[in-house]
């Protein structure tokens, strides 16, 4: 008999969540975890800090829901404290699914073309390195090859962002406020004074 | 004593599953690991217990040819059509691993006609972990 009752509450809880996930802001805070068993107590950290590093673009773009699973559980505030009442065993038996930690999470929209949808996935993983990273930690690399890949790209990122403000007014600025600089430096005098005024 | 009857009743918790065939399955995840050499599809429910799979390798490509989009496409359809018959409607995709089946089965998920709500990219990364194989020197 509370076996049925909780098939079907749960199964009443789905459709809110479906629907809600859509409106509902991804809240950047984590919200206190459910008591879950010790194992995969340690998941929802876990998620933080490996999506947190990687994921980063998700936080950014504007259509992912840039949410750790944790705002999945914030549906079921009210379902969880019922469910621990009426029958505790099975209290958190929702949260089994939300164990994956994820690198790149996209939203799927109603009626989103499939060319747009695979688009904008292939951006989000390419923003967050995946595949690159795949590829990096295929094969060992000794310290030699960790360097030389180190300073490749570095130098592709220095140069995207020297190549950046191209504008010239900012250059001229620059030129500009070096000059001054330089001149204030004229202006001090560093030359010693005359013999007899120095103290002996 | 008590430890026989406990284990009844767990099994029959877990492994009513197999009894019915046709469980009705509204939602589920359909998980997508593209290696490079090939391409699995597996549709499971919510909780994780597989319903069916398919891969470029069971759809008859061999070889090379297995790592290739058109056979991940393949597998995917063949995954999901299974499923569709049984009444599934949602799904979430969780794709792990580099590999040109990545984009090819998403392809093949989204033309198939079951409702997407994420799609999910699961690689696992390690946080420097275990030491990889050493170089190939092909």
């Known amino acids: 008999m509370a076996a049925s009752t909780l098939g079907g509450f749960i199964s009443s809880l789905f459709p809110s969540l479906t629907s809600k996930s859509q409106a509902k802001p991804s809240p950047p805070s984590l919200p206190i975890p459910p008591p879950q068993p010790p194992v995969s107590s340690d998941s929802p950290y876990l998620t933080l800090s490996a999506s947190s590093s990687s994921s980063s673009s998700s936080w950014r773009s504007s259509y992912s829901k840039a949410s750790v699973k944790e705002e999945d559980l914030m549906m079921f505030p009210a379902g969880r404290d019922v469910m621990s009442v009426v029958c505790p065993a099975m209290a958190h038996s929702n949260t089994l699914f939300f164990k994956s930690a994820y690198n790149v999470q996209v939203v799927v929209g109603e009626d989103e073309p499939e060319e747009a949808l695979l688009r904008r996935f292939r951006r989000e993983v390419m923003r967050a390195g995946v595949i690159q990273e795949c590829k990096r930690r295929r094969f060992f690399e000794n310290k030699q090859e960790e360097k030389k890949r180190k300073t490749r790209e570095a130098a592709k990122r220095n140069k995207r962002r020297s190549r950046r403000p191209f504008n010239k007014a900012l250059m001229m600025e620059k030129e500009e406020s070096a000059k001054k600089a330089s001149e204030v430096e004229d202006d001090d005098n560093w030359d010693l004074p005359e013999e007899g005024l120095l103290p002996n | ?138």
């Open chain 2, 1 to 138: 004593m008590a430890q026989p009857r406990a284990r009844i009743g767990s099994r029959r918790n877990g492994r009513i599953g197999s009894r019915k065939n046709a469980r009705r399955i509204p939602k589920g995840v359909i998980h997508v690991q593209a290696s490079f050499n090939n391409t699995i599809v597996t549709v499971t429910d919510i909780r994780g217990r597989v319903v069916s799979w398919s891969s470029a390798g069971t759809c008859g490509f061999r070889g090379t040819r297995r790592g290739t989009p058109f056979a991940a496409q393949t597998a995917a359809g063949n995954a999901i059509r299974t499923v569709v018959d049984q009444g599934m409607q949602r799904a979430e995709v969780m794709i792990k691993g580099p590999g040109l089946g990545r984009d090819a089965a998403l392809r093949a998920i989204r033309r198939s006609g079951i409702l997407l709500s994420f799609v999910r990219d699961i690689t696992p990364m390690p946080h420097n972990g275990c030491r990889p194989p050493k170089k190939r020197r092909v």
